[in-house]
């Protein structure tokens, strides 16, 4: 894979929660499915790109550190699962009838 | 095991997806009891994708097909590439003649809707559906699998086959040991849509299409991906657009850019905006895509189980084809359980005769020739680049080099080519590419 420089300069800035309105949940208020296994792992991460491709922007640092998950937007893709550089993430499927439900698909 | 009876069925499968609810029907056609267990509220609730249905696929189940009133969007009536620009666009699509065929090849769809039916029509057949539950292990007996376990109170099933239809997300086939390492980075890709709705009447006006029965199927090359492996699309709903990207884990995550952000580029595009001018978003949606294909196949049968569907790489990613080779693979493996019960036998040698049925298919025909498909693009990102930029390039020049003597007009357009990439590379990148398609 070469690494090239990218424009990013026309890059918009999105408001993913903004977007996620659209998207029908239902919310398992009793268990998370996804989990940071160790939180150390992720303020020791530098790159932390789980900020980036998660594409319902569920993971956020407040402090540059500490890493959360908003579970409750997951879509359940599976990329945190894959790309996660050190596989700090416990990933679940949500609990039957939980999570997200497309309704166009 | 208690003494309450034991939920006993011939057949189990995992997930009411097209593989699923095929492989479902299939077997239930052979006279046995099949159970399909599906984690989301209805079938198709996980379901995302572009996307497009094959017709031969879909007729091949249900002869009586279209008069079963599916749920389906418009035709597929104009498809092809459209190559962008930073700011300009070169359309190579076909309409009429070949496409033109009746019944049409491929029409549009929306998976919540469809996936749903396509379960209903398995259910007139007698398959028996669990909604709501997932399937988090396989219960064995003397190693081998009899039955799975579910995540509902006492939610154990038992059933001498099981065929596994889970999806991309494929836990439950890497706990069979079927495959040795989760689905890789370079051979995965992330796709993001957008849903947006629209008057059919603006929709044919923009497109260019004479009536609401006709449709589009576009693959996106080019600015869409910002030069990373990757594509973007465009289809027609009945009274919406439907666009998307999907590009490459690996490189997503190493360019640091966020799906979401892409996607609103690709919108942003002044070949694109105008397009969905005055649209509302409907659904955004996130799904991987196994591009592997071959590469990253698992082995598709074991004692009592098979494994179809994404769950097994089956995706054709250069045709958009994924979809129909589900369909296929879940009809093989239906047969394939009936002819077992017949046997009275599921081990691995009576199971790999679904391996064989999908040998004489396009299924792992295809899978084979393109295996190092998804490994080229990612080593070729200038596919995505240098050339729809010249293409842009040279046919602009070609059509504007009015007053300009002709010799020095093609030198531009050569230059046009030769400053982004050597001409002897472009030539070796394009036997590469042909022997990679024919899979030489």
Known sequence: ?105 | MTNKEKLSFDVIVVGAGLAGSTAAVMAARGGLNVVMVERGVTPGSKNYFGGALYTHSLVDIYPDFFSRKPPLERPVTETGFWFLSKDGMVRATVQGGKINSNPIDAYVAQRAKFDAWWAEQAKKEGVFLIPKTVVVDFIRENGKVVGVMTDRPDGALYAPVVIVCEGVNNLLTQKLGLIKHDFKGNATALAVKQLISLPAETINTRLGLTGSDKGLAISVVGDVSMGLPGLGFLYTGNDSLSLGVGVTLDALSAAGIKPYELLQRYLNHPMIAPLIAGGQLMEYGAHLIPEGGWSTMPQLYTDGVMVAGDAASMVNAMHWEGTNMAITAGKAAGETAVEAHKKGDFSASTLSAYRKRLENTFVLKDLHQYRNMSRFLHNHPEFMDVYPNFLNDALGMFFTGFGKPKKQLYGDILKSLTNRRPLLKAVGDIVAFGRTVMGI
């Open chain 1, 1 to 105: 894979m070469t690494t090239k420089t990218i424009d990013r300069s026309d890059l918009p800035e999105v408001y993913i929660d903004d977007i996620l309105m659209s998207l029908k949940y239902f919310a398992d208020e009793h268990e998370a499915h996804l989990k940071i296994i160790d939180p150390q792992v992720c303020i020791n991460c530098k790159d932390k790109p789980c900020l980036n491709f998660c594409p319902v922007g569920a993971y956020r640092t407040q402090d540059g550190g500490t890493v959360q998950i908003a579970y409750q937007a997951c879509v359940e893709c599976g990329t945190c699962r894959v790309m996660c550089p050190p596989k700090n993430v416990s990933w679940k499927l949500p609990r039957g009838g939980y999570g997200v439900s497309y309704k166009f698909g």
